[in-house]
C-alpha cells in the first residue's frame, strides 16, 4: 500500500453561494512562530482599520488572542478570493506595525472553514468567545477588550 501524499498547506476552496442562505467563513491566522504580539490596544485598532480598508470582504465577529485571530467573515465582492483578502489585510497591517524587529508579523498561511448553518455559526462563535477565558487571560470572556463585531453577519441570532 502506497501512503497517502500529505497536504502541506490548507486547500482554501472558494466558498460556496447559494441565494438561499449567507455565506460566512470562519478564519483562523496565526503570528508567526506564534509569539505573544496581539493582545494591546494598537494591534487590535491596526486591525481593525486594516480589515474596513480591505472592504472586498465584511468581517463580523472576532476576537483577537495574543498569538493568533478568528474571525467571521463573508464576501461583499466574491470576484475577491479569500486567500487574496487576508494577504492584503495582513500586509496592510504588517506596514503599519511599528516594531520592525517583530517582523514577519504573520505565519504563511491561515485556516478556513465555511460554515453551513446557524447553529454551527452559534457553536463556532461561542467557542471561539470563551477562548480568552480558556487561556486563563480573564475570568468572564466578556471582559477580554479585544474582540468586537464590525459588520453585522446573518446568523448572528445566538
Known sequence: MYPLPCRQHPAHPSPIISMDRPTVIFVTVCVADRRNLLPNSAAHQLLTEAWKKAGAWKVGRYVILPD???LF???FD???SLYRWVHFWRNEFTRQWPNKLDK????KNFWDTQLRRGESYATKWE???LNPLRAGLVSNPDDWPY???LEKLSWIEI
Open 73 to 75: 467573515c463573508s464576501p
Open 147 to 149: 474582540q468586537g463585531e
Open 127 to 129: 467557542y471561539v468567545r
Open 68 to 70: 493568533h485571530v478568528h
Open 104 to 107: 514577519p508579523i504573520w505565519q
Open 78 to 80: 466574491p470576484s475577491f
